[in-house]
């Protein structure tokens, strides 16, 4: 065991004072941290990887409050708060539909959270026969969440289990953007996507309160939905601001091979399913053509797929050589991608990490400058790089 690991029993306290903690509260201790690469020359930068802690459960996103600590969710429905070397269960975590690729999704601390102290979360939630994506905030009292608000929840819920996105983003404009997945529509034909009258498939832009910026693209008509941004959209797990353009950047998942870097624009349509780069899992049977007239086209696609998921520009001190490049995790080809960007080109790609980690679930610039990654594993771990000579 690399790290003493001690459970303080919060469950045996709960009994005892009779409060309404959760059974799954915990406290971890983690005593070191871990170098588990010494050196890697890449072509721009030499890094080292050390191993923060290891036995996060399904992790999925990193995020920091402002003092430092991190938050980290793991999909089964946990959110943990890391302190120093102590990472602690939040109680009052809103339930999730911890089923196949749902759950506890992305987590994203507010621009302004000195003001406010909110924290969006994204996550799969199930109500009867149907569920979908949902966007809540809440603050932080202690180690517990309070204040728990919906803030948007995907229309229409539908049956299937997988394909929720989700990630969440702050514009420079002071609105934010979640990923809503097409939860597995074309295989189902609840919803006939690509469309704007549904948020599935979607960008959703909002006010950071909930209620619909007047500028969105559909307000002024009957076409869509006022939160869509944009549709036409599979199962985007990265998204991320760029740090001079202020543009949003997206990927998302294609089915067997096809996988897609997307520029999103306000009401423009990304084509799934009738527009893709991949195939059918069972025999391989092109889906759609590559390009339809309306649809907007990827910068970049990939086939086969990385299965990508977790998205940074890179804007701390630390790597000069990586300045505002676009970090990208790859869950089944298990690497980290490098990209460069000039203006709506991708002008260079790089594979860091190939098989060294295992599936990469996110991709963060911390706040202190250093690149973070978190694997996606029953006991994954979070790492963080660091310069060498
Ligand atoms: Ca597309």
Not at 371 to 382: I, K, V
Request: glycine letters at 10%.
């Amino acid at each position: 065991m690399r790290f003493l690991v001690v459970f303080l029993s919060l469950a045996l306290s709960a009994c005892t004072l009779g409060s309404d903690a959760s059974p799954e509260a915990s406290t971890t201790t983690t005593a070191d941290e871990e170098i588990v690469l010494e050196r890697v020359e890449s072509e721009e930068e030499t890094f080292r990887v050390v191993q923060l802690m290891d036995d996060i459960e399904h992790g999925w996103a990193v995020d920091w409050l402002p003092d430092g600590r991190l938050l980290i969710t793991e999909r089964p429905g946990r959110i943990l708060l890391v302190d120093g070397g102590t990472a602690t269960a939040l109680d009052n975590v809103p339930e999730v539909w911890a089923q196949n690729q749902g759950g506890m999704l992305d987590i994203r601390v507010a621009p302004n959270y000195e003001e406010n102290g909110w924290i969006y979360m994204s996550y799969s939630l199930k109500e009867g026969d149907t569920g979908g994506t949902v966007l809540a905030r809440a603050q932080l009292d202690g180690t517990s969440l309070t204040n728990v608000e919906e803030v948007y929840r995907q229309t229409p819920f539908l049956s299937p289990d997988y394909h929720f996105g989700s990630r969440i983003a702050f514009l420079n404009d002071g609105t934010l953007a979640v990923s809503m997945g097409e939860r597995g529509q074309r295989r189902e034909q609840t919803v006939d996507i690509p469309t704007p009258t549904a948020s599935v498939g979607a960008t959703v832009r909002l006010n950071m309160d909930g209620t619909v910026p007047e500028d969105n693209p559909f307000v002024e008509s009957d076409e869509g939905l006022d939160a869509v941004y944009s549709y036409g959209h599979r199962n985007q797990q990265g998204m991320a601001i760029h740090p001079e353009t202020g543009a949003i950047w997206q990927h998302e998942h294609g089915p067997h091979g096809g996988d897609e870097l997307n520029l999103v624009e306000a009401g423009a349509n990304y084509g799934w399913p009738d527009v893709s780069y991949g195939d059918t899992y069972s025999d391989q049977t092109p889906i759609g053509g590559t390009e339809a007239e309306g649809v907007t086209n990827p910068v970049e696609y990939w086939d086969p797929s990385p299965a990508l998921s977790g998205m940074t520009f890179y804007t701390g001190d630390k790597f000069p050589n990586w300045q505002n490049h676009l970090f990208m995790g790859a869950l089944a080809r298990q690497k980290v991608m490098r990209l460069t960007l000039d203006g709506q080109n991708v002008t260079h790609q790089e594979e860091l990490l190939s098989g060294e980690l295992g599936r990469i679930r996110d991709v963060a610039t911390g706040p202190d400058g250093y690149l973070y990654l978190l694997t996606d594993a029953p006991e994954g771990g979070l790492y963080r790089l660091e310069p060498v000579e």
